[in-house]
Structures are given as C-alpha cells and as structure tokens.
T-cell receptor
Framework: GQNIDQPTEMTATEGAIVQINCTYQ??????LFWYQQHAGEAPTFLSY????GLEEKGRFSSFLSRSKGYSYLLLKELQMKDSASYLC??????????FGDGTTLTVKP | DTEVTQTPKHLVMGMTNKKSLKCEQH?????MYWYKQKAKKPPELMFV???????INESVPSRFSPECPNSSLLNLHLHALQPEDSALYLC???????????FGQGTRLTVV
C-alpha cells in the first residue's frame, strides 16, 4: 500500500529558507519525486531521489533517507514566485507513482 | 520538443454528451498517463499506457474510456458523465513507465 504524509500549509518570508518534509510507507519503493504546482497549472518536475543523500539544483535541494521513509525539499533564497503547492510522490518497482496531498507554501514579503 | 499538449483547454459538457480529450507528445516517450485532479487535491492516477498497451486501470468507471492510437497520442473518451466528474484532467508521459512525468497543461472539464 501507499501512505504519504506532508504538511498541509507552510508560510515563509521572502529571502528565507524553508524545508518541506515528506514521510512515506510505500510497498516496492523505488524513488521519490518532488513536483511544484502553481494554482490552475500543471505540476512541474523538481527532483527525483533514488539513493540516500542530498541532491542540489540551484536554489532547490532534495534529500532522501530510504531507511527512515523520509524526504525533504529545501528551498533557499525564497522568492514570491515560489508560492505554490509542493507535491511529493513515491515511485514503485511496478512503475506506479502516488502523490501526497501536497504542501501549500505561501511566501510573504 | 519537451511538451505534452492537451486539447481542449476547457470543456463544458452535458450528462448525455459524448466528448473526447486529446493528448500528444513528440518526445519519444513510451509511457503515457491520465490523471484526474480535483481542487486542492493531488493528481489521482486513472490509466497508464506502456508501449501503447493499457498497463494500469485504477478501477475507473466505464464512462471513461482511454485509447492510445499510436506512441504519440492518447485520448480519453467521455460518455454519460456525472457532475462530480468535473475536474482538471491531466495527461503525462515518461520515457519508460515509472520515470519522471512530463505533464500537459490539462483540460478543465465541467459537467452540467
């Protein structure tokens, strides 16, 4: 089965750093995606972690611990345009991907 | 070309209508997906096609009928829908099945 938890809402200040956590219990786990979705738009890919550790891409980094069933997305130097929903999604050996409910991030001036 | 194109962008249909949603990608991806997304909810997987064959049907009602005419096209045929089927319908593709999803912009469907 699939069980994914992430906070519903977070608020942060422009220029700051925010960490969005995601915990999961996924049978046949094979990796974890992070997507960003602005209201009324399609999700866009941010990162994919398969192995334990931190992957950095510019202002965004993603971390995975397979043994703990835990991931986080780290956003640095927050900008107003980063206000969006952030979805973590687990991937399985069978190729199925299940999304968490998403974290709505609001960036304030 | 790294786009997934969906048409139409908006669709209003009555409960007795028949309509189709279309999705196209030219990235050579061999897996294509249909998702349904309600407001403030994550995308829910409906169907997966892998190498033009239906590989996953998430117990979707038969009033939704997918079709994959070739490796670049994916259709979703709609018939006798209910108002609760109103949602954003997202198409996505990935290189192999299970890879990173490339999403189209979606079709906003309203059933009246």
């Amino acid at each position: 089965g699939q069980n994914i938890d992430q906070p519903t809402e977070m608020t942060a200040t422009e220029g700051a750093i925010v960490q969005i956590n995601c915990t999961y219990q996924t049978s046949g786990f094979n990796g974890l995606f992070w997507y960003q979705q602005h209201a009324g738009e399609a999700p866009t890919f941010l990162s994919y972690n398969v192995l334990d550790g931190l992957e950095e891409k510019g202002r965004f980094s993603s971390f995975l611990s397979r043994s703990k069933g835990y991931s986080y997305l780290l956003l640095k130097e927050l900008q107003m345009k980063d206000s969006a929903s952030y979805l973590c999604a687990t991937n399985t050996n069978a190729g199925k991907s299940t999304f968490g409910d998403g974290t709505t991030l609001t960036v304030k001036p | 070309d790294t786009e997934v194109t969906q048409t139409p962008k908006h669709l209003v249909m009555g409960m007795t209508n028949k309509k189709s949603l279309k999705c196209e990608q030219h990235m050579g991806h061999r897996a294509m997906y249909w998702y349904k997304q309600k407001a403030k909810k994550p995308p829910e997987l409906m169907f997966v096609y892998s190498y033009e064959k239906l590989s996953i049907n998430e117990s979707v009602p038969s009033r939704f009928s997918p079709e994959c005419p070739n490796s670049s096209l994916l259709n979703l045929h709609l018939h006798a829908l209910q108002p609760e089927d109103s949602a954003l319908y997202l198409c996505a593709s990935s290189p192999p099945e299970g890879g990173r999803r490339f999403f189209g912009q979606g079709t906003r469907l309203t059933v009246v």
